[in-house]
């Protein structure tokens, strides 16, 4: 049974930073590409950043690209979103995927002052 459980979200002023993590288990993590998903309230949930399984092909829209990294551990099973310099328009529910159709059941960012 695929196991995806997220943490790190919460609310920070703009200009802030945030870890999100995603712990994977009953899935080969170390195969397979991740990615980070983001629904913004009453937005449809949008790719914000990939990891291919080689963890040397990374990709992020570009209204985060230099903001946000993606990282993995495949020791720890983990897949990692670092978000920096935090803005409002950042605001949403953040989802883990592993290809294809696995999911997290979500974590919400919000950016606010």
């Known amino acids: 049974q695929v196991q995806l459980v997220e943490s790190g979200g919460g609310l920070v002023q703009p200009g802030g930073s945030m870890r999100l993590s995603c712990a994977a288990s009953g899935v080969d993590f170390s195969r397979i590409d991740w990615s980070w998903y983001r629904q913004a309230p009453g937005k449809a949930r949008t790719m914000v950043a990939l990891i291919g399984h080689a963890a040397d092909n990374t990709n992020y829209i570009n209204s985060v690209k230099g903001r946000f990294t993606i990282s993995r551990d495949n020791d720890r099973n983990t897949v990692y979103l670092q978000m920096n310099s935090l803005k409002p328009e950042d605001t949403g529910v953040y989802y883990c995927?592993?290809?294809?159709?696995?999911w997290g059941q979500g974590t919400q960012v919000t950016v606010s002052s």
């Open positions: 995927n592993g290809w294809p159709n696995f």
